[in-house]
């Protein structure tokens, strides 16, 4: 198994402060862009401060840190570990939102995956998505936990932290599936969707150019839309040793 990955993080044209943060494998970032290739088993997240809250780039910052102490870089968690450490996390942010006025209410989307040789785990709780591109199509993977779907404004109804006495308990989502030779998996905040179509990112990435390539342009597309909302996302082909 030989896993490339490209991520991404760039501050939008709205917010002024990034509320996104990256994990690639053990590496922790908030804006920029890191290329990595790992011949283990690995896990790549992204998180995302809730609009609308106060001091959410502490509070994706928080989530990934804790992830990175708390599961070693080449494990690949059990279903119930795996779960019950999210939720010890989610319980852990809730207790330092109350430390500081300005934390109160404090919240974060999530989503990633943990890799082995021969397999992947989903984890997701709010609207940022895994996407899969295969067979020259991109699809979600995952199911955005919003209300109000077919309109602009889309409240988020699963995310980690927020207001004790009205918090929304994150869904956590762990499917096992296993991957194929070439799969390209996209784990990206919502922002990406404001300046590509799953369409589009498929046309893109059907190219025969190299990954690192195919990131910039998006990348560079991005930016020349002037994308609304902050964006980061990791790029990652997996394939098999044995034939690459």
């Not at 804006?31 to 690995?42: D, L, Q, S, V, Y």
């Not at 809730?94 to 984890?123: P, W």
């Not at 499917?175 to 799969?183: A, H, I, P």
């Amino acid at each position: 198994m030989k896993i490339s990955a490209t991520g991404f993080s760039h501050i939008g044209t709205v917010r002024s402060i990034n509320q996104d943060a990256v994990l690639i494998h053990d590496k922790l970032f908030s804006f920029g862009i890191t290329e990595i290739e790992i011949r283990e088993n690995t896990r790549f997240f992204v998180a995302d401060g809730v609009g609308g809250m106060p001091s959410g780039d502490v509070a994706s910052n928080f989530v990934l840190k804790e992830i990175n102490q708390r599961f070693a870089p080449g494990s690949y968690p059990e279903r119930d570990e795996l779960m019950e450490t999210l939720i010890a996390i989610n319980r852990d942010l809730l207790d330092y939102s109350k430390t500081e006025q300005h934390l109160q209410g404090m919240a974060t989307t999530l989503s990633g995956m943990f890799f082995s040789k021969s397999e992947y785990r989903i984890v997701n709780a709010g609207d940022s998505k895994v996407l899969l591109f295969r067979d020259g199509k991109v699809t979600q993977l995952t199911v955005d936990d919003v209300i109000h779907v077919n309109e602009i404004y889309k409240p988020i109804t699963s995310y980690f932290g927020g207001i004790p006495h009205k918090m929304v308990f994150p869904f956590i989502s762990a499917d096992t599936q296993l991957w194929q030779d070439g799969d390209i998996f996209i784990v990206t905040t919502d922002g990406l969707a404001h300046c590509f179509s799953n369409d589009q990112l498929g046309a893109v990435l059907s190219n025969s150019k190299s990954l690192g390539e195919n990131v910039n342009f998006i990348l560079g597309k991005s930016l020349a839309v002037g994308a609304p909302d902050n964006i980061s996302c990791i790029f990652i082909r997996i394939t098999n040793q044995m034939n690459h």
